[in-house]
């Protein structure tokens, strides 16, 4: 199925001023005056709709490349390179994530991944690091009295995210009906069909993970052709509004669930800036966790995060 919203920059100035007054919003809040309407919550949805046309235009064409995609920040002269893959444990993602890591290592670059995509993808690979965000997601719930989905009896080589409810369950039913290939519909139709069933079914939470008919669909064909991954990429970018934003909005519905998401995009930009030792890093994420990676980079960037105090999940 192809989605035709890989578009070339072309804002405005008065596009680009606008798209830079919501990069900045910090807290919902912010968005009630932004956007003009009564409640935070109706303010949510009206930025995140903005945001996404505006980033739309705003971001590069994503084409096929035999590349690994991601996004360069430095620090303090370090460089850091974000990969957003789809950890779906297909061969043809694996095959094509190691190629590349393998040629990382040999320039002498760093590797650093999400915890759980080491033993997926790299467990014979040395050099590649794990990083502890799951482990530290696990910890602070207990910390904060948050009873955890997350199972971690079975030792955090294997260690899962048990999240999903029936109602997701039957939403990723539905999707995947409509992905299909054999039931006559045209791409099109797809995507309409694909855009009421997000409406109807997707949760609160949901719209904050990013778990719509456009991201599922990506997924599974960049899962299968990892040339794809730039358009995942590009689609959660434009999706996901600044991590403050979305961070309040999920802790609001679900603390347990902001933490085991977007709260390990901190944690895992910290662990890389903390242990990094070479002039070039690359961390390979989820791709849902790339745009969050690459905003807490950009803080550590610009001096408005430090890491002194770092200490490693137990």
């Known amino acids: 199925m192809a989605f035709g919203s890989d578009r070339a920059p072309r804002l405005s100035a008065s596009e680009r001023e606008r798209l830079e007054r919501l990069r900045n919003a910090t807290q919902l809040a912010d968005l009630v005056d932004l956007t003009g309407v009564g409640t935070e919550h109706d303010a949510y949805f009206e930025a995140k709709g903005e ?27 370090e460089r850091f390179v974000v990969h957003g893959v789809t950890h779906a444990d297909t061969d043809a993602e694996r095959l094509f994530i190691r190629a590349h890591v393998s040629s990382f290592l040999e320039a002498g670059d760093s590797v650093y991944c999400e915890q759980g995509i080491r033993p ?37 080589d294997s260690l899962v995210e048990d999240v999903t409810d029936a109602a997701s369950q039957f ?110 890093s690359h961390l390979i994420v989820g791709a849902a966790h790339q745009p969050g990676l690459v905003y807490y980079l950009e803080r550590h960037r610009d001096g408005h995060r430090h890491v002194d105090d770092f200490e490693l999940a137990e």
């Open 171 to 280: 939403r990723d039913a539905v999707f995947s009906l409509i992905h299909s290939d054999g039931d006559g519909y045209s791409d099109a139709f797809r995507r309409v069909l694909g855009d009421v069933a997000s409406g109807f079914l997707m949760s609160h939470e949901d719209a904050a993970m990013g778990q719509d008919f456009e991201s599922f669909a990506r997924s599974k064909q960049a899962a299968e052709n990892p040339r794809l991954l730039g358009g995942l990429q590009r689609y959660y970018k434009r999706m996901f509004l600044p991590q403050p934003l979305e961070r309040e909005w999920l802790r609001r519905h679900d603390p347990e669930l902001e933490l085991v998401s977007h709260a390990r995009n901190e944690r895992m930009a910290d662990y890389a800036v903390y242990h990094n030792e070479a002039d070039t």
């Open 120 to 156: 997926m993808y790299f467990q014979d690979i040395g050099g590649v690091c794990e990083m502890d965000d799951y482990r530290w997601a696990l910890a602070e719930c207990e910390k904060r009295d948050i009873d955890s989905h997350l199972d971690g009896t079975v030792g955090f």
């Open 51 to 77: 945001w996404a046309k505006l980033r739309d235009s705003e971001l590069p064409a994503s084409t096929p490349t035999g590349d690994l995609p991601g996004d360069s920040v430095t620090v303090d002269g």
